[in-house]
């Protein structure tokens, strides 16, 4: 913990504004008297610190407190999130991609984290046969010629299923039974082949525990949604 506090004492400190540090995300913990505010920094420094960075104006008078943000990034770290469930052929995707970033703030250039969901398992023979990665390289291509241009450095697919693990795990049922296994269930016992391959090891990195959990839901997502085919919302 660094530099452990309670908002309360700041409130009943005699100052009119406190600017905090240390802590890169942007927060405002008290809007007036006294302003209590936490700036961030002024450039997202990876993929993480997503959003507008920058730094707070503050005019303090006799009588009153302005408080406001003003954007200093170079370089924007963004996530979106876009459903193709209605894109029955795969070229659509470049179509609804295209149009979505074009609706986003373009202020400065952008790295976007870029997730793919869809209820339909063709997302996953598209992710499989590399087509996404394509229609990726095409939209990048054709945003980097801008000012302020875009590039998609990371893509990850998400199979949807219409019913929600909230829902199945405490159903008295197999597919309740099967989500609370995946729930305690960690994955390094299966990756021992893999990682323990004499040609394999020596290429791998080892996994973060949030690169497996990625695949365990991912895994979890596909077995759910071949034992749903053709049960109805």
């Known amino acids: 913990v660094y530099a452990p506090f309670e908002r309360k004492e ?42 507008e960075k920058g730094c707070y104006y503050v005019r303090l008078s006799k009588t009153a407190s302005e408080l406001s943000f003003t954007p200093l990034q170079s370089i924007l770290f963004a996530e979106v999130t876009l459903d193709v469930t209605n894109c029955s052929e795969v070229h659509q ?40 990665s394509e229609i990726v390289a095409i939209v990048n291509e054709a945003n980097m010629d801008k000012q302020n241009w875009q590039y998609i450095y990371k893509t990850e697919t998400v199979l949807v299923n219409h019913i929600s693990d909230e829902i199945l795990i405490d159903g008295d049922h197999f597919l309740g039974e099967l989500v609370r296994q995946f729930e305690t269930t960690e994955i390094d016992s299966f990756l021992t082949d893999l990682y323990e391959h004499r040609q ?5 990195s080892p996994m973060t525990q949030g690169e497996k959990e990625k695949v365990k839901e991912k895994a979890k997502q596909l077995l759910i949604h071949e034992l749903l085919k053709g049960v109805q919302e």
């Not at 703030?105 to 952008?110: K, V």
């Not at 394999?200 to 791998?204: I, P, S, V, W």
């Open 200 to 204: 394999g090891r020596k290429m791998l």
């Open 10 to 51: 700041l409130l009943e400190s005699d100052f009119d504004y406190w600017a905090l540090g240390h802590i890169h995300k942007r927060q405002v913990l008290h809007q007036e008297d006294p302003i209590i505010v936490y700036p961030g920094n002024i450039q997202g420094r990876n993929r993480k610190e997503t959003g």
């Open 93 to 132: 995707v470049e179509k609804v991609l295209s149009e979505r970033l074009e609706k986003l703030s373009a202020s400065c250039p952008q790295l976007i984290d870029l997730t793919l969901t869809s209820r339909d398992q063709k997302i996953n023979q598209w992710e499989s046969e590399q087509l996404l």
